[in-house]
C-alpha cells in the first residue's frame, strides 16, 4: 500500500523527540508498506527552535508549517490548518496517488483531513490518543468537527478502549472503532541490575529513586507529584525526586522546588533520548505519572517492561494495562492520595519480573500486524463506501 500519513505527534528537526510512539509504529509499518509522513510545525517551534538533523528509518517524511494568527479562537485552526498543508503540498497530494490516509491526532489533523479526504476521494483512518478528544471535544465550537472526524472515518483507531467508548459516545460507528494499545521496543525495555543502571546515570546506589518521566505541563500532573513528595521525604529523608523531560511549567516548577526548599532532593534533569529511558526506568524504585487525562502513556508500558511498578491517576486507558501487582492508582488531582499511595508504593514488595512478563505482552510488532489489517481493509472497501456517504 501507499499510505500518507498526517500528524503533529512525529520528530522534526525542531523537535526531534517528539512522538516516540508514532515514530516506532509508522517505521515498522514503512517496512511493510510505502509511508510518507506529512508533520504540522508550530511556526512558533520553527521561531524558537534551531533545528536539528532527524532521520527515521524506513519512511519518508517532510513537514510542513501550522500558520494561525495567535490569538483567535482555536475552533478556526482547522482551516489555518488545511490552508497550510494544500499551499505547501497540494500539488503533491493531488499527484501522489496515495491508497489511503492515517491521521494522528483529532483535531485540528484529523477534522481538517476529513474534509481533503473528501476533495481527494481518499479513504481516511483516524488514530486517537487522549485529550485530543478528552480535553478538545469538550469546546464546543471544536465539538462537532472532532464529531464529523470520526463519523465519517473509514476506520477509528484508539490507544484504550476508554477512548474508544468516548471516540463511540462523539459519532463514531462502533463497527468502525479498533483498539490498538502501543508496543514495547523490548531490545530497549527489559529489566536489569538496578546498581549498573544508576552508574551508568551517575546516581547514587542506596537512594530511594521516584521518576517522572514526560512532559512537563500541569495537565500531566508534575506540579502535584512534587507537592505530594514531601509527605515522602517526611519518612524517607534521602529519597530522590528526578523529572525527566522539558516543557512549559519547567520554570513553574523549578520555583516550587526553590519554595519548597528541595532543591537538593528534586531534579530537573532535561529531556533524554528515547533509547537511553530505558536506564532511567531500571533505575528507579518507581515510576510516577499523574495526568489528568491520558490516552495510554507509553511511559508506563515501558516501565513496567523494565520491571518498575508505578504510581499513576486513575485517567483513561492506564487501568487497562497497569494491575494491581504492578503498581496503584488513585484520582486525578488528589495530592493527599498521591501522597498516600507514593509511600505505600515506597514499602511494598513488588515483582519485577511479573510486571516485566505482563508489559511483554504489548508487542509492536502485533500493534502493526493490526494496523496493517485496519489499513488494508479500508483500502479494499473504503474508496467505495465513501463513495456511497458521498
Known amino acids: ?33 510505502e509511508v510518507d ?7 512558533r517551534e520553527r521561531l524558537r527552535r534551531a533545528p536539528a538533523a532527524v532521520h527515521v528509518p524506513h519512511v ?19 482551516l489555518f490548518w488545511l490552508l497550510c498543508l494544500l499551499w505547501q503540498h497540494g500539488r503533491r497530494l493531488r499527484t501522489a496517488h496515495y491508497d489511503c490516509m492515517l491521521v494522528s491526532w483529532a483535531y485540528p489533523d484529523g477534522a481538517a483531513v476529513s474534509w481533503l479526504a ?37 476506520a477509528v483507531v484508539s490507544v484504550s478502549q476508554a477512548l474508544a467508548d468516548k471516540a463511540i459516545a462523539l459519532g463514531a460507528d462502533p463497527s468502525r472503532v479498533h483498539v490498538l494499545y502501543n508496543g514495547v521496543n523490548q531490545a ?23 521518576l517522572y518521566v514526560g512532559n512537563l505541563k500541569a ?35 523549578r520555583a516550587r522546588i526553590v519554595a519548597l526548599g528541595c532543591q537538593a532532593q528534586v531534579e530537573l534533569a532535561g529531556a533524554a533520548a528515547h533509547d537511553v529511558l530505558g536506564d532511567w526506568f531500571r533505575a528507579a524504585d518507581l515510576l510516577c505519572l499523574p495526568s489528568h487525562n491520558e490516552g495510554v502513556p507509553n511511559v508506563v508500558l515501558e516501565a513496567m517492561a523494565c ?6 491517576t486513575r485517567v483513561g486507558g492506564i487501568p487497562e494495562v497497569v494491575p494491581d501487582y504492578a503498581g496503584i492508582l488513585v484520582p486525578p488531582h488528589d495530592r493527599a492520595a498521591l501522597s498516600a499511595a507514593l509511600i505505600e508504593a515506597s514499602g511494598r514488595r513488588w515483582d519485577p519480573r511479573k510486571i516485566a ?10 500493534n502493526v500486524d493490526r494496523l496493517e489489517r485496519v489499513l488494508q481493509e479500508v483500502v479494499v472497501h473504503g474508496t467505495a463506501a465513501w463513495e456511497a456517504r458521498v
Not at 307 to 312: R, S
Request: glycine fraction near 8%; hydrophobic fraction near 45%; aromatic fraction near 10%.
Open 37 to 43: 509522513v506529512l508533520v504540522a510545525v508550530d511556526f
Open 118 to 154: 473528501r476533495r481527494l476521494r481518499i479513504p481516511y483512518v483516524l488514530k486517537v490518543h487522549g485529550s485530543d478528544l478528552n480535553v478538545q471535544a469538550e469546546y464546543a465550537l471544536r465539538r462537532p468537527q472532532i464529531r464529523y472526524a470520526l463519523h465519517h472515518a473509514d
Open 357 to 366: 512478563l505482563h508489559a511483554g505482552g504489548f508487542r509492536w510488532e502485533d
Open 307 to 312: 520491571g518498575t511498578p508505578v504510581v499513576a
Open 60 to 78: 519518508r517524511t517532510d513537514h510542513f508549517t501550522f500558520v494561525y494568527p495567535p490569538g483567535i479562537g482555536r475552533f478556526l485552526h482547522v
Open 1 to 33: 500500500m501507499k499510505i500518507l500519513v498526517l500528524t503533529n505527534l512525529f520528530p522534526t528537526p525542531w523537535d526531534p523527540l517528539r512522538g516516540a510512539f508514532n515514530r516506532q509504529q509508522f517505521e515498522r509499518l514503512g517496512q511493510r508498506h
Open 188 to 210: 530497549l525495555f527489559a529489566p536489569g541490575l538496578r546498581s549498573e543502571a544508576r552508574a551508568r546515570l551517575g546516581l547514587a546506589t542506596t537512594t530511594p529513586l521516584l
Open 219 to 253: 495537565s500531566k500532573g508534575c506540579l502535584d507529584l512534587l507537592e505530594a513528595f514531601p509527605a515522602v521525604l517526611a519518612l524517607h529523608p534521602s529519597a530522590r525526586l528526578i523529572y525527566v523531560g522539558n516543557g512549559p511549567d519547567r520554570d513553574a516548577l
